[in-house]
């Protein structure tokens, strides 16, 4: 029997059960990581948990890995590294947000930003609902972030040292449809597919990695939807304006969702002019959409 750790972070459960799921006679236990990671603080924690492991997959970044493992004074794992699987193109609109006067993330911490950009300017649900809109969503690059992504996720895997494994990896989760329930949760066949190629690198046989897995997605509590126009811009089936924002929570089109939002911002106290839209080109978000609801910047 090997001994396997599992470090990531939300991907953990899934490629923890995947991997037992190839390998059922190793013992294959997840070793939840802070977040950050620094190796300065965490490395000497970690060093004792992983001495005696045959193998340690990770998402931590190689400089902390070498020194983590430096630490371990008897048996030191194999380190093989995986990127954390992000990818936004099905899901251009969601983003995170935060209380300016705390810093606290929102409570649920998906946010649309077209939803929290009409709060920010004190539109009313409705005028906000309506900015779900074919013609912003193209005026906000929406529609083609594509090529973006794919080569954000190609960047991951080089820098994993996995970027041989790419393009085959990357094939076959596109065949899927859509392989993301939210930007950084990837679908359990993502996971799957990862998780083969760790086994690989971990001596599994071609038959272990041609067997189809049975494994539970567990990250389908919080999922957000592919747009429409996203899925017709993307040549995918369907797409949905449903939000399922916990694991019975469902809210079904654009108003009920924004609704939904106000709501839970005004409940945490955070006023308009303090909800803060991280990681977006704020200056294109106020000329789209004002412009849109009449309100140029």
């Known amino acids: 029997m090997r001994y396997v750790a599992v470090s990531s972070n939300c991907q953990t459960g899934g490629l923890v059960a995947c991997l037992k799921d190839l390998f059922p006679h190793d013992q294959v236990t997840a070793l939840p990581l802070p977040w950050p990671f620094d190796a300065e603080t965490h490395a000497e924690r970690f060093a004792q948990q992983l001495d005696g492991h045959d193998f340690w997959v990770t998402i931590v970044p190689a400089d902390a890995c070498t020194r983590t493992v430096e630490r371990i004074p008897r048996f030191r794992p194999k380190v ?50 309506r900015l779900f809109d ?34 085959g990896f990357f094939r076959t989760i596109q065949r899927s449809g859509c392989f993301m329930h939210s930007i950084n949760h990837p679908t359990i066949f993502v996971l799957e597919q990862l998780s ?4 690989g690198q971990m001596g599994a046989r071609p038959e272990q990695l041609a067997r189809p897995l049975t494994v539970r997605d ?37 108003l009920e969702y924004v609704r939904f939002s106000f709501d839970e911002y005004a409940r ?17 978000l106020d000329r789209v959409l004002g412009q849109a609801c009449g309100r140029p910047a």
């Open 268 to 284: 945490q106290g955070i006023a308009p002019e303090n909800l803060q839209i991280l990681h977006r080109d704020l200056g294109l």
């Open 218 to 254: 567990g990250l389908t509590d919080t999922v957000w939807p592919l747009y429409p126009e996203v899925a017709d811009a993307l040549s995918l089936p369907g797409g949905n304006l449903m939000w399922k924002a916990g694991a019975t929570h469902y809210l079904e089109g654009a």
């Open 80 to 129: 093989l590294r995986i990127p954390a699987i992000g990818f936004s193109a099905f899901h251009p609109d969601l983003c995170y947000a935060q209380d300016k006067t705390s810093g606290a993330l929102t409570a649920h911490h998906y946010n649309s930003a077209i939803a929290a950009w009409s709060y920010r300017n004190g539109l009313s649900p409705d005028d906000a609902a």
């Open 134 to 167: 074919h013609q912003v969503y193209a005026d906000l690059g929406y529609l083609d972030q594509w090529a973006a992504g794919r080569g954000l996720m190609q960047q991951m895997f080089q820098a994993a040292g996995l970027e041989a494994a790419f393009e």
């Open 196 to 199: 083969k190629i760790v086994a």
